[in-house]
């Protein structure tokens, strides 16, 4: 299954007001390092599916939310918790790096 799509319009419902982390994957279509990323955020949503919620958002068709958290390069990944964000992760990388990076979100 892995991310799932995430837009502007449905961020309030899907992100601020999730009952738990989320992890989101700020992307596009066009960007190496965020096709190489994607893979792996899959994975760790198919594997942390219960402790995490792993979305993705494409900011070529969502510029606003991407504007509002200053999303300047891609990928980067942002963990929400409890509406606010509590982590950034700028750039690719493996996954054993992304885990250690969300190790105070899942087990």
Do not use: H
């Amino acid at each position: 299954m892995g991310a799932t799509p995430v837009t502007d319009n449905d961020w309030t419902a899907e992100v601020l007001e999730a009952d738990r982390p989320v992890l989101i994957d700020f992307w596009a279509e066009w960007c190496g390092p965020c096709r190489m990323v994607g893979p792996i955020v899959d994975e760790i949503a198919e594997e942390k599916g219960d402790q995490l919620k792993v979305l993705k958002l494409n900011v070529d068709e969502n510029p606003a939310t991407a504007r509002q958290y200053g999303i300047m390069s891609i990928p980067t990944l942002l963990v929400f918790k409890g509406g606010e964000p509590a982590k950034r992760i700028v750039g690719a990388k493996g996954k054993a790096q992304l885990l250690d990076d969300l190790k105070d979100f899942v087990s």
